[in-house]
DNA sequence: ACATATATGTAATAATATAACATTTATAAG
DNA sequence: CTTATAAATGTTATATTATTACATATATGT
């Protein structure tokens, strides 16, 4: 028998809050919001969103120090990410273009080096605040 | 008249050490390497690095929190920012790539909105490192 | 039921970044 | 030149983000 659910308690915690978020959430935001549930202390979040980021079910928005939950069910381990950040209300989307993709893991820099790894963070005014 | 060198004191130190460096450099290591020029506290070089990255002489990989100078001269003011880190030795590279720019610059996502300012990072291993 | 890997709990501390306020220096306009 | 204004500096304190280290517990595979 095997696990349907391969996440920890700590972890479920964790991810149920980021998935139920509507905006990016910081690592003490986390912790303040799950200080009820038991998890007192920082390693204790800062574990658990290393192993979600590592899975892929949580990406971290680098020019933010903030997590979200994964939006695009093709990324199980997701190496390739792009984001639309807002740059007046701060709302984040996860960006799932395939051609971007395709685009972006065959481009091949000047020394012909290609990366199956990469993150974009684009920055601009979302439909809302235009 | 008008300057020709538009930094200021503190700016100048700080960019020429960011400049001369072979890796980027993380705000405390430039903190202790110019505390012999009289910057002495953390707000000092956090204000140097802000205003540089403000006009394009630097660039914060978000990836890493530090900093290099920019070697693309075109981008005087940035906003279209692209690096290749290596995963092994940490080494940096600042992508200068017309046809990336324009592909990333006229890139529309699903709602057809467009974005000026972007910053991709990708990750994979430097000549050196494979 | 044993070995091993994974996850947890906890305290302390390291690393990164900003707030607030006083002062000085540079720049532009009269 | 001198006055107003903006930009930069110096300084102390503190806020925010992240990790180390170590003890314990739970899950997983043989």
Redesign the interface.
Known sequence: MYKENNLSKNQQIIFDLINKSSEPLKAYTILFNVQKKGIKAPPQVYRALDKLVETGKIHKI??KNAFVACRNSGCEISKATAF?IC?SCEMV?E?N?AK?TK??TS?S???G????????????L??KCK
């Open positions: 680098e020019s639309s740059e989307d960006i273009d971007l685009y972006l481009f820099d000047k020394k080096t290609k990366y199956k790894r990469f993150n974009l963070e684009f920055f601009g979302c439909k």
